[in-house]
């Protein structure tokens, strides 16, 4: 795996720290991955961000519709009116990717890094356009909600 373990680990770490300290959801990690782009994929929502300086690319939080519904639940947000519930839910996921993007990036201090603010995308097969020629590595979590994926493209 080409992409360097300095950089992933702070994502790892950032990612069980948010899980726990926002929902008091333990997560457990399973072994990085180099993500297939060409694929395909199973996640129905994406929360994305870019980052720039010493290291550009982008960092992606996915998940199932099922369990960013139990976040919203875990968060508080239990009366919401089902036609709010999956705008309020990627607006969640969003706000997860900002918070480990931004925990990932205090910890890797050392370098000049900018995060861009997220955006989500949902749907079944949704795309994304990830850097050329560099490999996309999947951190799997599992948690007792279902599993959900961090992954993270640098160059």
């Given amino acids: 795996m080409a992409m360097d373990v300095k950089v992933i680990n702070p994502f790892l770490n950032a990612t069980l720290q948010t899980f726990k300290q926002m929902f008091q959801v333990e997560s457990k990690n399973n072994e990085p991955f180099v993500v297939d782009v060409i694929s395909g994929h199973q996640w129905e ?16 939080v996915r998940l199932h519709k099922t369990l960013a519904f139990k976040l919203l ?28 993007s931004g925990s990932a990036v205090s910890a890797l201090s050392s370098y ?7 955006v989500t995308i949902t749907g079944k ?3 994304i356009s990830w850097p050329k020629n560099y490999p996309v590595v999947g951190i799997p979590f599992i948690t007792p909600y279902g599993p959900y994926e961090v992954d993270v493209c640098f160059k």
Avoid: R
Wanted: aromatic share 2%.
């Fill in 45 to 60: 929502v994406s929360g994305l961000l870019g980052v720039t300086g010493d290291y550009s690319g982008v960092v992606a």
């Fill in 73 to 100: 639940e875990l968060s508080g947000l239990t009366d919401i009116h089902p036609d709010e519930k999956l705008e309020l839910s990627q607006e969640l996921v969003s706000e997860v990717t900002n918070i480990i």
């Fill in 112 to 118: 000049n890094l900018t995060v861009s603010p997220p």
């Fill in 125 to 127: 097969d949704h795309v």
